[in-house]
């Protein structure tokens, strides 16, 4: 009973790993996976368009000034984010499973 209580929070930990949210679904917790998933993909988003901003300014496609700044700000707060909701949700899927 306690091995397999263990294995399912395992198996809950890697799925958050391999996609943030995807632990909690398999917990059963349904909006809040969503809800994971979803503030993933904005943060995502955020990161990616820094980095689309910062590439332009490097190749000197500059479409307004302070583009490097932004694009640098966008960048690294959308990579924290992304890590700090990926370590969230690994722990807290973890966490609920190994409750189960």
């Known amino acids: 009973m306690e091995q397999d209580r263990i294995s399912r929070a395992g198996i809950a930990a890697v799925l958050s790993f391999v996609f ?3 632990g909690q679904l398999y ?3 349904i909006f809040k996976g969503l809800g994971i998933i979803f503030l993933s993909a904005i943060s995502m988003l955020v990161l ?6 910062f590439g332009f300014w490097l190749i ?12 640098i700000s966008l960048f690294f707060m959308g990579l924290v984010l992304v890590c700090l909701l990926g ?3 690994i722990a ?3 966490r609920l499973a190994a409750k189960k």
């Open 60 to 71: 000197g496609k500059v479409i307004f000034s302070g583009q490097a700044l932004l694009g």
């Open 92 to 94: 807290d899927a973890y």
């Open 48 to 53: 990616i368009i820094g980095a689309i901003l």
């Open 20 to 22: 943030n949210g995807l």
């Open 87 to 89: 370590i969230y949700s």
């Open 27 to 29: 917990n059963g917790q």
